[in-house]
């Protein structure tokens, strides 16, 4: 069977970009299945990329070709790869930070900068385009890739995993009784907040399901929130409207209001700014 190809970017589905790109894949390998990450990142957010690439990738059969596209820096002397992960995924994309997470939390083989002599959209008058890498070189590719038309190697010269550009990851601190972190990432569809604390150190910190514990969050060291919350494994263990900390589906520490919105309700989001505390 050939790989699917699974494609996220910050196109959104308001004009024909995504469309284009899935009709270059067919025009290379109409047997190719193509399915959808998503189409919402937000725009230029590289980081977002990097995490949500990380959130799902391994949820995916191996061998699966993942396309990656929020490149702010298309056309420029940014690298354009596929990388290998130690566990047998292809990740098409711009290295641009995109892929953080994948490397430090799952790790990669290798990375193949894309040979735009061999693996680009030809004959479809695009040849002085420079602002669509995602159709003509990123799409292109991953398609000669899943197809067996080029193996790894034909996607051009290998450089050093160690050049590969990355967002700097914050660790938190962990202490008996207190976890200090950030806010790293929102869910956006729910407006819950998820740290970068991972469950087996928040508990290692002494807190257990069903505690009440301080949450104090700040933006920029002012503090914007601060609450004794429940702590506990779904939010149904909650009161409806309530704020509760809870572990979500990558095993960290998150911060949600059951049946509601927990950034809308109190004007929080993330990012190093958002840095959140916990006690007993």
């Given at each position: 069977?050939?790989?699917?190809?699974?494609?996220?970017?910050?196109?959104?589905?308001?004009?024909?970009?995504?469309?284009?790109?899935?009709?270059?894949?067919?025009?290379?390998?109409?047997?190719?299945?193509?399915?959808?990450?998503?189409?919402?990142?937000?725009?230029?957010?590289?980081?977002?990329?990097?995490?949500?690439?990380?959130?799902?990738?391994?949820?995916?059969?191996?061998?699966?070709?993942?396309?990656?596209?929020?490149?702010?820096?298309?056309?420029?002397?940014?690298?354009?790869?596929?990388?290998k992960t130690v566990d047998g995924y292809y990740i098409v994309s711009p290295d641009n930070g995109s892929l953080t997470h994948v490397k430090r939390m799952i790790g990669i083989e290798s990375v193949?900068?894309?040979?735009?002599?061999?693996?680009?959209?030809?004959?479809?008058?695009?040849?002085?385009?420079?602002?669509?890498?995602?159709?003509?070189?990123?799409?292109?590719?991953?398609?000669?890739?899943?197809?067996?038309?080029?193996?790894?190697?034909?996607?051009?010269?290998?450089?050093?995993?160690?050049?590969?550009?990355?967002?700097?990851?914050?660790?938190?601190?962990?202490?008996?009784?207190?976890?200090?972190?950030?806010?790293?990432?929102?869910?956006?569809?729910?407006?819950?907040?998820?740290?970068?604390?991972?469950?087996?150190?928040?508990?290692?910190?002494?807190?257990?399901?069903?505690?009440?514990?301080?949450?104090?969050?700040?933006?920029?060291?002012?503090?914007?929130?601060?609450?004794?919350?429940?702590?506990?494994?779904?939010?149904?263990?909650?009161?409806?409207?309530?704020?509760?900390?809870?572990?979500?589906?990558?095993?960290?520490?998150?911060?949600?209001?059951?049946?509601?919105?927990?950034?809308?309700?109190?004007?929080?989001?993330?990012?190093?700014?958002?840095?959140v505390e916990f006690t007993k």
């Amino acid at each position: 069977m050939k790989p699917i190809l699974v494609f996220q970017t910050d196109f959104t589905y308001k004009e024909g970009a995504v469309s284009s790109m899935y009709g270059v894949v067919k025009c290379v390998d109409r047997q190719l299945e193509i399915m959808d990450g998503t189409h919402e990142l937000p725009q230029y957010d590289t980081w977002s990329a990097s995490y949500r690439l990380y959130q799902s990738l391994q949820f995916w059969p191996e061998g699966t070709v993942y396309v990656s596209v929020v490149d702010p820096g298309v056309g420029t002397s940014r690298r354009a790869c596929v990388a290998k992960t130690v566990d047998g995924y292809y990740i098409v994309s711009p290295d641009n930070g995109s892929l953080t997470h994948v490397k430090r939390m799952i790790g990669i083989e290798s990375v193949r900068e894309i040979d735009e002599s061999v693996n680009r959209l030809r004959g479809k008058g695009t040849e002085g385009v420079a602002i669509f890498h995602g159709r003509d070189l990123f799409g292109y590719t991953a398609a000669r890739l899943a197809s067996g038309i080029i193996d790894f190697e034909g996607v051009g010269p290998e450089y050093p995993v160690e050049e590969i550009v990355e967002h700097p990851i914050l660790e938190p601190t962990v202490t008996p009784g207190k976890v200090e972190g950030i806010f790293e990432i929102n869910d956006p569809n729910f407006g819950n907040l998820w740290t970068n604390i991972p469950l087996n150190e928040f508990k290692k910190a002494g807190f257990e399901y069903g505690d009440n514990v301080n949450l104090v969050v700040k933006h920029e060291g002012e503090t914007v929130f601060e609450k004794k919350v429940l702590f506990h494994q779904s939010f149904g263990y909650a009161q409806k409207g309530e704020p509760m900390i809870y572990n979500n589906e990558l095993m960290k520490v998150a911060v949600a209001v059951s049946q509601g919105d927990f950034c809308g309700e109190y004007s929080l989001s993330y990012g190093p700014e958002w840095t959140v505390e916990f006690t007993k």
